[in-house]
C-alpha cells in the first residue's frame, strides 16, 4: 500500500519529467494561458469605461468630449489610489514568501539529509547509479 506522501513524490517525480520533456508545449500553453487573462482583463477594461462613460454622460448631462475628458481623470484616479497601495503592500508579501520559500526549501534539503544519513552504503551506490542513469538516459533524449 502505498503511502500519501509516496504517491505525492510520485506525482511530483512525473511532473518535473512532463516539464523536463514536454518543455516547449508547456510553454505554448502558459503564453496562451497568458494571452487569454490579459484579453479578459482588456474586456473588462472596455466594460468598466463604457460603463464609467453611460453614467458620467446621463449623470451630469455633458458632451461626448467632456464625458471622455471626466472619465479619463477619474480613471486615471482610481489608477493612481490602486498603484499605490499595491506599492504599499508588496514589499510586506515579497518578505513573507521569502521567508516561507526559504522555510520550505531548508525543510526540504533537511529531509533529503536525513534520507540520505538513513540508507546504507549499498542503497546509497545503488540510488546515485539511478540517477545517472536517468539523467544519462534524459539527456541522451532530450539532445537527440
Known sequence: MLSIKKNKSIVIWVLALIIFMGHSAIFDMILSLFHGLIVIAHYLFEFFESSLDSIVEHLFH???????????????????????????????????????????????????????????????????????????????????
Open 62 to 144: 455633458t458632451s461626448r468630449r467632456a464625458t471622455q475628458i471626466i472619465v479619463f481623470y477619474v480613471m486615471t484616479g482610481i489608477s493612481i489610489a490602486v498603484i499605490f497601495l499595491l506599492l504599499r503592500a508588496v514589499p510586506g508579501w515579497y518578505r513573507r514568501i521569502c521567508k516561507r520559500f526559504v522555510d520550505y526549501f531548508n525543510h526540504k534539503i533537511m529531509e533529503v539529509i536525513d534520507f540520505w544519513h538513513e540508507q546504507t552504503l549499498l542503497l546509497k551506490i545503488k540510488l546515485c547509479s539511478e540517477i545517472i542513469t536517468g539523467i544519462s538516459a534524459a539527456l541522451f533524449f532530450g539532445l537527440s
